[in-house]
């Protein structure tokens, strides 16, 4: 870069031969700049600007700048980001997933301010930073009046004014002119470089962006295409989680040292001494089925005491659970009976007689099992009456058979004489 | 202000603000003290780097949280945080649109603790929950869960109310730095410093059709930040008073959140900038009276959390509410009242030393008083949830709580964090907003003739 250029209005820029881009002027305050601005404006410019390391106050009238549109862009942004977040939360909330909280309705304004505030905000406050930008066609790193080092002072404490060589009324021996007559300190030309090709974005550059735009992309593709498709590798556990324990599966070997959970390794625990497993705990076939192999068991078995205490038992048991519908002589007249005959109920069948042929030939076996599952329609008492009991029914329906049949015989001797 | 113009030439004087600035991020080497400040940092840093590590590798048991008080320190250090970044938006949106030319001098690097206090803010609640690599459940999106937000949720407005504060104030903050970085782009030696400033600076060139939208843009900001602030400690605070717990569920939470959070935000703002324009020289800019007014304001917030406290008190007395009464008996005479006489001090008592005019003036002083309330805004957010916590309606679920030492490592990491990030950015990035400071001066209006 040239420095020689600090008298007035040199023949070529700083750039040295390249196109004219336009003229620059230097004023000394923020008063001068704005007579000099209205003066440019008089004129009839349109594609000229003022530069100012500070926004200077009474500028913006005195060049003709129409307000900008930002508002509008932010106001629109505030109320998109209102509706959106409205149904934002109503969709997935109210509709996609009605979402009940402590019996509230699932979509209420009220519950729903606070998002519905932050989101107008978010969105506004971005479109206003990003509104800023685009609307100064920012980023824009490369401009013709930074060949100028005069115009390092214009973010310092330089006032300037450019006027573009592109103005249809463009004149440089005129505009020059107009510019140093408004009170210019300083008017010097600004070129291009004469290489074309620099004005624009280096290719290298360019070519630097795209590409990085694109490899940034790639992490993206490979996720999107692991979410859609099956591999025969274990998934990537970036963060393990609970993925991973330490943990014994079955009929597994697993030592873990010096600990003293499992010395023997052996995963699968033996049961504790005495354990009976689930299902094998009523294995005696004739005490609790009434069964001797395969056929009912005649006789009674080894848990019974034959006494006089287990036939009381039985007796006490019989006229509690059996009594009712057999009567307590077995014939089958019981109270529920008598009461059938007495209500003419059509249903009702007589119980059988114990004493009939059919039951004192049945074997003890098959006595218990009639108890304990019921037969025809009479119900099961197992659910009533415990096994030892149900023995001891047993024993007692066996005496009272006997007594319906007995012979002069069965009678105890010193009690025969009683008989006629 | 007019005192300093008379007899200079307006050029002189906006470049002398250029150069004062300008200075701070040129000279070859910062102060021994930026040194000094700066390995303490890093070394707090460090700690923070290391207690995240442990916590991420063991899990949340790290910590001394319990089931009855499941928020402990960690959300204690949440709302601090949150609070001290409050002070930053009021001075760079409320004072703007009230035309306060003071905040010219301070509001840049006001702006930046700001966005640096909402960093350490937003770490706390992430790593509380547990597994932070999930964090992103938090924003609503598509996936094979099929789960949305619960959005009537308080803790889901805070996602919402933080992520927006700290988008809004890091967009803020950059749109006002932007003229400046070109400033530096412009005077860079280096083309190191040429090209980084240069892609900063976005290619700004100071031209009126730009800074009109500019004005405009930063207006709207100002606009829409203002509102965002009194919004989002007033969303901490709903955090507590929406549930239902004694101490907790309060209407008072509101005001007496956002009037603690500027308080502690002031506090922080002094603690900075008192040693910053020592040591960088830039009494000239962030004047006497400066530090004054921000005094004053600390005082104001002061006494209105002052008068919070006592408000508190009167209304769990007059609610006739036994619980409520509790409640706040046991935090002044409880098992933890320790914490709550050091609140008290701090924040109700001490600052009534800025009445006094020697304590408005003596740096050494208003630094004292400063850190004192930065110590007890911090005691005001334990008080709040430690007793509240530890004493929940059934006294069979009541507990006691003991901090570990990752307790204390991360809170300290945190502030690592946050000064080390505080000290590379007044390294690195023009402290003070130039071009509108610039514009404050009486140079810079038209009328203005040469000196």
Redesign the interface.
């Known amino acids: 870069m040239t420095t020689e250029n600090q008298s007035d209005i040199p023949e070529t820029g700083p750039g040295g031969e390249g196109p004219l881009h336009g003229v620059l002027a230097e004023y000394?305050?923020?008063?001068e700049l704005?007579e000099a601005?209205k003066a440019v404006r008089d004129a009839g410019y349109t594609k000229w600007?003022?530069?100012?390391?500070?926004?200077?106050?009474?500028?913006?009238p005195a060049?003709g700048?129409r307000?900008?549109v930002?508002?509008l862009l932010?106001f629109a942004a505030g109320i998109a980001g209102l509706g959106g977040s409205i149904l934002?939360?109503w969709w997935?909330?109210a509709h996609?997933?009605p979402?009940i909280?402590a019996g509230?309705p699932a979509f209420s304004l009220p519950?729903?301010i606070?998002?519905l505030?932050?989101?107008t905000?978010?969105l506004?406050?971005?479109t206003?930073?990003f509104?800023?930008?685009a609307?100064?066609r920012?980023?824009?790193?490369?401009?013709p009046?930074?060949k100028s080092d005069r115009?390092?002072?214009?973010?310092?404490?330089?006032f300037?004014i450019s006027i573009e060589a592109a103005d249809p009324q463009f004149e440089r021996d005129k505009a020059e002119t107009l510019l140093k007559d408004a009170g210019a300190t300083a008017v010097e030309a600004i070129h291009l470089d004469p290489d074309p090709t620099r004005w624009q974005i280096p290719r290298p550059i360019l070519a630097f962006i795209v590409i990085t735009a694109i490899l940034g992309l790639v992490p993206f593709a490979f996720i999107a295409k692991a979410r859609v498709t099956h591999g025969d590798q274990p998934r990537i556990h970036?963060?393990p989680?609970m993925d991973f324990q330490v943990k014994a599966d079955t009929q597994q070997r697993l030592v873990i040292d010096d600990s003293p959970v499992f010395r023997d390794g052996q995963v699968t625990r033996p049961p504790v001494e005495g354990t009976v497993p689930r299902g094998q705990l009523r294995q005696d076939d004739h005490f609790y089925r009434g069964l001797e192999g395969d056929e009912w068991a005649t006789t009674f078995p080894a848990q019974l005491d034959i006494d006089t205490s287990t036939m009381d038992r039985g007796h006490e048991q019989y006229n509690v659970y059996c009594a009712p519908c057999h009567g307590e002589d077995g014939l089958g007249g019981g109270p529920i009976h008598e009461r059938a005959l007495e209500i003419q109920s059509p249903e009702w069948l007589m119980p059988t007689s114990i004493h009939d042929q059919n039951v004192t030939r049945q074997p003890h076996g098959q006595l218990y099992n009639t108890i304990s599952h019921g037969i025809r329609t009479m119900p099961g008492y197992r659910a009533q009456i415990d096994e030892e009991d149900r023995w001891a029914i047993v024993l007692y329906l066996r005496a009272l058979q006997r007594s319906q049949k007995a012979l002069p015989d069965d009678v105890p001797p010193e009690e025969r004489a009683q008989i006629r | 202000m007019s005192s300093a113009s008379e007899a200079k030439h307006p050029a002189q004087e906006f470049n002398q603000i250029t150069e004062t600035v300008a200075d701070v991020i040129e000279r070859p080497k910062p102060p021994k003290a930026w040194y000094v400040a700066f390995g303490i940092a890093l070394a707090m840093l460090g700690l923070l780097a290391v207690s995240v590590y442990h916590l991420l590798t063991t899990g949340v048991g790290v910590w001394g949280n319990n089931n009855a008080i499941a928020w402990a320190w960690p959300i204690t250090n949440f709302v601090f945080w949150v609070g001290i970044g409050h002070a930053g938006t009021l001075i760079s949106a409320i004072l703007f649109l009230m035309r306060q030319s003071w905040r010219t001098s301070i509001n840049r690097s006001a702006e930046a603790m700001t966005i640096f206090a909402v960093m350490c803010a937003g770490l706390f609640p992430i790593l509380h929950t547990g597994r932070p690599w999930m964090a992103y459940w938090m924003i609503p999106h598509p996936n094979e869960m099929l789960m949305w937000p619960q959005f009537r949720s308080p803790l889901m407005w805070d996602v919402f109310a933080v992520t927006t504060y700290a988008t809004v104030s890091m967009l803020f903050w950059y749109l006002g730095m932007v003229p400046d970085l070109a400033t530096v782009r412009d005077r860079a030696k280096s083309k190191v410093r040429q090209i980084v400033y240069g892609i900063l600076a976005l290619g700004w060139n100071g031209s009126a059709r730009q800074w009109h939208r500019y004005e405009r843009g930063y207006l709207l900001l100002a606009a829409l930040a203002t509102p965002l602030v009194l919004s989002v400690h007033s969303v901490v605070s709903f955090d507590f008073a929406v549930s239902k717990i004694p101490g907790w569920h309060t209407t008072i939470f509101p005001p007496y959140f956002v009037a603690g959070a500027i308080f502690s935000g002031f506090a922080m703002v002094l603690t900075l900038m008192v040693p910053a324009r020592w040591l960088f020289g830039l009494k000239d800019i962030i004047k006497e009276s400066h530090i004054d007014v921000m005094c004053k304001i600390t005082l104001a917030t002061g006494l209105m959390v002052g008068f919070s406290y006592g408000a508190e008190i009167f209304i769990a007395w007059y609610s006739g509410n036994l619980f409520e009464q509790y409640a706040f008996l046991n935090r002044a005479v409880g098992p933890m009242a320790w914490g709550f006489w050091i609140m008290v001090t701090c924040n109700v008592l001490l600052p009534n030393l800025f009445w006094f005019k020697k304590f408005r003036t003596n740096p050494f002083l208003i630094v004292g008083v400063c850190l004192f309330v930065n110590v007890g805004m911090w005691f005001e957010r334990f008080v709040i949830i430690m007793t509240s916590l530890s004493r929940p309606w059934i006294p069979a679920a009541w507990a006691d709580f003991t901090p570990t030492f990752w307790d204390a490592a991360t809170l300290i990491g945190s502030f690592g964090l946050f000064f080390t990030l505080f000290l590379l950015f007044i390294r690195f990035a023009p402290m003070v907003a130039m071009a509108e400071y610039k514009a404050t001066l009486p140079a810079a209006h038209a009328g203005h003739q040469k000196g």
Do not use: Q
């Open positions: 000394e305050t923020p008063g704005i601005a600007d003022c530069h100012s390391p500070f926004p200077v106050h009474g500028l913006d060049m700048i307000p900008t930002l508002p932010v934002l939360v997935m909330n996609n997933w979402w909280v509230m519950a729903n606070p998002i505030f932050e989101s905000i978010l506004a406050g971005i206003a930073f509104g800023v930008w609307l100064n920012l980023p824009k790193l490369w401009n009046l930074f115009f390092l002072k214009a973010t310092d404490n330089g300037f970036v963060f989680d």
